[in-house]
C-alpha cells in the first residue's frame, strides 16, 4: 500500500519513503513508526503503544524513542513546532493528523531469489545478564560473522552498503551474525565492555545458533574476538576469516611512541 500525504508517500511493500519523489533514507524503526502512526491515525498512540508494536515490547529508553520520533518528523518535512504532520498530544502520546490518500502498490517485477531471502532475528542472554541479539539467513553449511563497531542487524541487511556482501555470502550458506554488545539491536546498557566479554557473547550466540564447526569470519574489531575465540576452541572453528585485522589494539601493542604520535590515526 502507498500512502500519501503533505509531499511525501510511504509505501509499506517496497519499505520506501519519498519526499517530493526524492527517495529518503530511514532507519527500520523510523520506518515502521511512521507506519504505525498511519495504521492508528484515527487515535492517540501512546508511548507503551509505540514500544509494544515497533520495539516488540523490549526495554526502550525515553532518550532511544524521543530519537526516533525526531527521525520521523525531520525525515517527513515536520519538525516539533509545526507538527503538520505528527502532532503530540500533552501526556497522552501521539496522533498522525495530515490528509492522508492510500493507493494499492504498482505490480512489481518477480524478486530474485536473493531478495526473497528472510532474515530471522533471535535472543540470547549472556552470564552476565546482557541479551545479544543474532540472525539467520540462508541455508548451507554455516559460516559465523563476529560482531564488530557498529552493526544493526536490520538496518545492515536492507542497507546498501552492507547488504549485497551479506546476502551474497547468505546465498551459499547458513549465514550467523550478531550485534556486538553496545550496539545495533543487542542491550547497550551493559556491566562490561571487555575482550573477555565480547568473546562471552560470540560463545553463547554460538551455544543458541548451535552450529558444531563452521569457518570464523571476522572483520576489522571483529578480528580480535574471532582470533581469541579460535585459541580457545580450536576445536569448533574450521577456517578463521580475517579482514582490516588486528589481534590486539593500538593501546595494548607496547609502542607508546605510536600511541603519542601525530600523525597516527
Known amino acids: 500500500m502507498i500512502f500519501r500525504f503533505a509531499d511525501c508517500s510511504l509505501d509499506t511493500d517496497r519499505r520506501e ?6 527517495l529518503i533514507a530511514v532507519e527500520p524503526q523510523v520506518f515502521d513508526l ?8 484515527d487515535r492517540v498512540v501512546s508511548k507503551d503503544d509505540l514500544i509494544a508494536n515497533v520495539w516488540g515490547g523490549r526495554i526502550v529508553s525515553e532518550s532511544t524513542l524521543a ?21 503530540t498530544i500533552a501526556r497522552r502520546g ?9 493507493n494499492a ?6 524478486p530474485s531469489a536473493m531478495n526473497e531471502m528472510r532474515q530471522q532475528v533471535h535472543f540470547c542472554t549472556v552470564p552476565d545478564g546482557a541479551r545479544i541479539a543474532y540472525a ?12 564488530h563497531w557498529l552493526t544493526h542487524l536490520e538496518y545492515d541487511w536492507e542497507s546498501p552498503v552492507w547488504s549485497p556482501f551479506l546476502r551474497r555470502i547468505a546465498s551459499q ?10 550496539n545495533g539491536l543487542s542491550d547497550w546498557d551493559v556491566p562490561d565492555l571487555s575482550l573477555e566479554a565480547f568473546v562471552g557473547d560470540l560463545e553463547s550466540v554460538v551455544a543458541a545458533a548451535a552450529p558444531e564447526r ?11 574476538i574471532s582470533i581469541a575465540y579460535a585459541v580457545k576452541h580450536p576445536e569448533r572453528v574450521t577456517h578463521l576469516i580475517l579482514y582490516g585485522a588486528f589481534a590486539r589494539g593500538m593501546r595494548k601493542r607496547g609502542n607508546p611512541k605510536m600511541i603519542n604520535s601525530p600523525t597516527h590515526c
Open 17 to 22: 519513503l519519498k519526499r517530493d519523489e526524492d
Open 34 to 41: 511512521l507506519a504505525y502512526l498511519i495504521d492508528n491515525r
Open 67 to 87: 530519537s526516533r520520533i525526531n527521525a520521523a518528523r525531520k525525515a517527513i518535512g515536520d519538525n516539533g513546532e509545526d507538527q503538520r504532520v505528527i502532532r
Open 94 to 102: 501521539l496522533r498522525f493528523v495530515a490528509t492522508l490518500t492510500e
Open 105 to 110: 502498490a504498482e505490480p512489481q517485477a518477480a
Open 136 to 147: 539467520e539467513v540462508g541455508a548451507g553449511p554455516p559460516l559465523v560473522k563476529t560482531g
Open 173 to 182: 550458506h547458513r549465514l550467523i551474525r550478531y550485534d556486538k554488545r553496545g
Open 214 to 224: 563452521f569457518p570464523l569470519l571476522g572483520m576489522s574489531q571483529g578480528a580480535a
